[in-house]
T-cell receptor, first 115, second 116 residues
């Protein structure tokens, strides 16, 4: 079974609008971390935001926020006020306490910001 | 600035000709990873080192080998590249989680491998 599911292969958003990228995960480990990465066409993976399974509040980093719904096992990324430079692939990833060093990545969502 | 460096950024090799990709880090992280990423796909973990302990993923072909001579450097050796090995190869580092899985991976810029 897929540990990380990203159901939106591609998304379009108008510049300056907000967009939500979906991520659901599957784990029985009570301790885990959820990460979002951005990958522009140049190829580098850029860390955006982190949410821990025990964190009480949703994570925020500038224009990025994470809508964490633990019971539903979802960790959606919200980008506010989209910019043209936000056009990229976005990957959701998980690291489980019981699996130590391994990160599991979702299949990604390609976001295109329209002028 | 502390960072993860990969050389070369672009590598062209011939079918069957061994190739080595290198990764170095100034972050002093315990864990180093190698990923293979094909176009529009998620990165696929090949193996990782936790200090000197090597951990191979079960489905990583024998054609792929790795060396970590010290904390800072890690190499990916492809012994006999096939056309299917053309991909982006990403190196990443991470601190050990400690009490929880709190530490993100830091990625290098990647090496794009072309096999002719």
């Amino acid at each position: 079974a897929q540990k990380i599911t990203q159901t939106q292969p591609g998304m379009f958003v108008q510049e300056k609008e907000a967009v939500t990228l979906d991520c659901t995960y599957d784990t029985s480990d009570p301790s885990y971390g959820l990460f979002w990465y951005k990958q522009p066409s140049s190829g580098e993976m850029i860390f955006l935001i982190y949410q821990g399974s025990y964190d009480q509040q949703n994570a925020t980093e500038g224009r990025y926020s994470l809508n964490f719904q633990k019971a539903r096992k979802s960790a959606n990324l919200v980008i506010s006020a989209s910019q043209l430079g936000d056009s990229a692939m976005y990957f959701c990833a998980m690291r489980e306490q019981d699996y130590g060093q391994n990160f599991v990545f979702g299949p990604g969502t390609r976001l295109s910001v329209l002028p | 600035d502390a960072m993860v460096i990969q050389n070369p950024r672009y590598q062209v090799t011939q079918f069957g000709k061994p190739v080595t990709l290198s990764c170095s880090q100034t972050l002093n992280h315990n864990v180093m990873y190698w990923y293979q990423q094909k176009s529009s796909q998620a990165p696929k973990l090949l193996f990782h080192y936790y200090d000197k302990d090597f951990n191979n993923e079960a489905d990583t072909p024998d054609n792929f080998q790795s060396r970590r001579p010290n904390t800072s450097f890690c190499f990916l050796d492809i012994r006999s590249p096939g056309l299917g090995d053309a991909a982006m190869y990403l190196c990443a580092t991470s601190r050990v989680p400690g009490q929880g899985p709190y530490n993100e991976q830091f990625f290098g810029p990647g090496t794009r491998l072309t096999v002719l």
